[in-house]
């Protein structure tokens, strides 16, 4: 066995741009992969799970588990790994709170197979064949993973020790994430890896953020042309900066587009969206329900606004039915 | 205590009756005074809301509201002073701004309507807030139970087979340590 630290990753319902993170360290990385030794990087390296499931429990130093949890293998192999190391960092959006996928949490997993199988544009399936958990061919017992109802984050499935936020995460929070791991000064069991204040902190636009936002209509990127200085709050844009964790140095912002909230919340706040609507809808400028609900007609799909990145993570996990 | 014999046939009770558990947040100034008054006049209401007091509705968060149905509440109701009459001036409107919001998000997480009410009811309203808990009690009954607790943990049933295969697969205790 080496000496060096054993670092694992691993990707669940994720796309692939939490691994493009980490290859985005450019020459970081070989101060990286000089001070560790990688033992599974599916997208990158041959390992097997196997050579995982051979190995002692705790035998790896961190694993970076990125992806939300959706079928029976990402849960096998989030439990495997969580077994393996000492220290499991969840990677990215989508492991923190769900992501993108955790957006199907507004549909029933019947109606999303039905769709995919039978009923979407371009599906020819007249046998409306489905993959089935285990299935006989020539007298083989055949078996593929099993998709859950509910789209969940990796800390709904397994005990985390730390979180790193983004959809994917800065390349200069990884590395800052992984000096402290290598270095044994671990902050407390639980932390999210990013500052603990509101995006709105570090945007350049902040100080055009008046006190009273006086939001009388809400409109969408494209239907107006965005002042590349002023708050986008102000501009009627719906920015989830004020609801949203900082970290990322204000990046949309800075190319002219609101924050859309990937890194989710701070630590006082339990519910992204819920605290989003607290803030920000309490200043628009109408007092009337009728002259209200048509300011809120701005806002055309509030779930995958308000939730684009953290629907597992609402206080009511998915939509009930 | 008494020993006296019911008169009545002792009819045994059916053994899960529905009782609506309904949080209500009361705004200190008008509703909960409401709710005072209306328990000075000895007006009777339903026992089904568990009424907490706020300082002002506008100190309702929505997260309250989300968080109150998660614990368990098969209704959540918030009062609060008429418009124009909320002792912090604007507390009730951005109370109203933020409920429509969050109304249309329930719906589309599939909270029934009925399930959340915001009310103005004045110091003077004792009998709206016994109307008010009266009807919206009703109401959730005829909507029968929310059971959140009961449904997360249903929902978590689908991970225990799998759970219960990677563990017992698992060496006994944490036996090696390598480094």
Redesign the interface.
Known sequence: ?S?KPQVAFYWCASCGGCEEAVVDLAEDILKVVEAVDIVLWPVAMDFKKADI?AR????ITVAFINGAVRT?EQ??WA??LR?KSQVVVSFGACANMGGIPALAN?FRREDLLKYIYEDGPGVDNPAKTRPQASSQDEGRTLSLPEL???VRSLD??IDVEFYLPGCPPTPKLIMAAVQALLSGQLPPKGTVLSPDHALCEECARKDSKPVDLALAAFKRPHQIQIDPEKCLLAQGLVCMGPATRAGCEAVCPAGNMPCTGCFGPSSR???Q???F??SV????V??E?KE??AV?DG?PD??GT?YRYGLSK???????? | MSEQPSMAPVVAAPAVAFEPRIVAFFCNWCTYTAADLAGVSRLKYAPNVRVIRVMCS?RV???F???A??KGADGVLLGGCH?GDCHYAEGN??????M???I??LK????EDGRFRLEWISGAEGDKVKAVVNEMTAQVRALGPLD?PG??KE??R??ED??Q???A???QQ??????
């Open positions: 066995m000496a499931e002692p429990d705790k035998s029976s849960e096998e439990r495997l077994r507004q859950r109802n509910v709904q499935v706040v339990k519910d969206g819920a605290k609507i607290s809808f309490s200043n628009i109408p007092k329900a209200i609900d809120l806002v509030p779930i308000f609402c206080i009511l996990r998915r939509k009930l039915n | 506008g968060d929505p997260q509201v989300l968080e149905f998660a418009p409107y951005k109370t109203l701004r933020r429509r919001m969050l249309r998000m589309e997480l599939g909270i959140l449904k997360f929902w978590d689908e991970m799998l759970e295969h990677v563990n697969s698992a060496p944490e036996e090696a340590h390598v480094r």
